[in-house]
């Protein structure tokens, strides 16, 4: 089953919780996503097939699935994806708040988790749910220094301006457009996300002799470069 690294979920902010792993399924998280709970439900209902039945089973998680590692290329439909949107309404309104700027993003080129998931689907391993993808982030900083060279300047904001400009914007329609990708995935404030590890799958891959490729300023740059032409900037 192809499932999705959210399922994870999240916990209070605040609250010490360690990284979700390739054997847990429920660690007392909450899952505030309608998509990701049907992924949530979906593992749980192929687990207890397993179990009841003897079902043979390998649970697919995958991480932000992005354009081809070759040429950048992603989904006809990006206007859909969460993460693309998000970057669009950031370069729309031109701005981005600080602590965003100083994080990272997990980067998944599609075709190679693809690759990594037949792998994976064919080892006879006695693991039964698996962890795919890259196991380095990618700073957001990297991705909006890439975004001023193809013409897509940022401004960094602390993250108090930053929300003034947003309830600025969000006084007309016009404003409310541009915030699309921005207000349907804003996270809560009062809650974190739960880490994820991928120790066991990265391990089952170095095993068979495969290796992510390094997300390269090149493909970054045909990434962004599709994005624009599909009119998502």
């Known amino acids: 089953q192809i499932s999705t690294i959210s399922v994870a979920g999240a916990f209070p902010a605040g ?4 990284p979700f792993t390739e054997e847990d399924l429920f660690i007392g998280q909450e899952i505030h996503n309608a998509y990701v709970l049907s992924k949530y439900l979906a593992e749980y209902a192929v687990l207890r097939a397993a179990a009841n039945g003897g079902l043979v089973i390998k649970l ?6 992005q354009g081809r590692i070759r040429d950048g290329e992603f989904q006809m439909n990006m206007k859909t994806n969460a993460f693309t949107r998000q970057i669009a309404s950031y370069v729309k309104i031109g701005a981005v708040p600080d602590s965003l ?3 990272s993003v997990n980067f998944s080129p599609v075709d190679e988790t693809a690759h990594m998931l037949v792998t994976l689907a064919s080892l006879e391993s006695g693991a039964r ?5 890259p196991p380095e982030e990618v700073p957001y900083a990297r991705l909006f220094a890439t975004l001023q060279t193809l013409g897509f300047p940022v401004k960094v904001l602390n993250d108090g301006e930053f ?4 309830q600025t914007l969000k006084q007309t329609d016009a404003g409310k457009k541009l915030l699309e990708g921005i207000l349907t995935e804003r996270p809560n404030l009062h809650y974190r996300m739960v880490s994820v590890s991928d ?21 970054l740059k045909q990434y962004f470069t599709a994005l624009s032409d599909m009119g998502m900037f």
């Open 199 to 219: 120790r066991i799958t990265q391990e089952l891959l170095k095993a068979s002799g495969e290796h992510w490729s390094p997300i390269s300023d090149e493909y």
């Open 163 to 166: 929300e003034e400009y947003v």
């Open 129 to 133: 749910a698996f962890h795919v993808y």
């Open 15 to 18: 609250k010490s919780v360690p």
């Open 60 to 65: 697919l998680r995958v991480g932000n699935l």
């Open 101 to 103: 700027y100083r994080s």
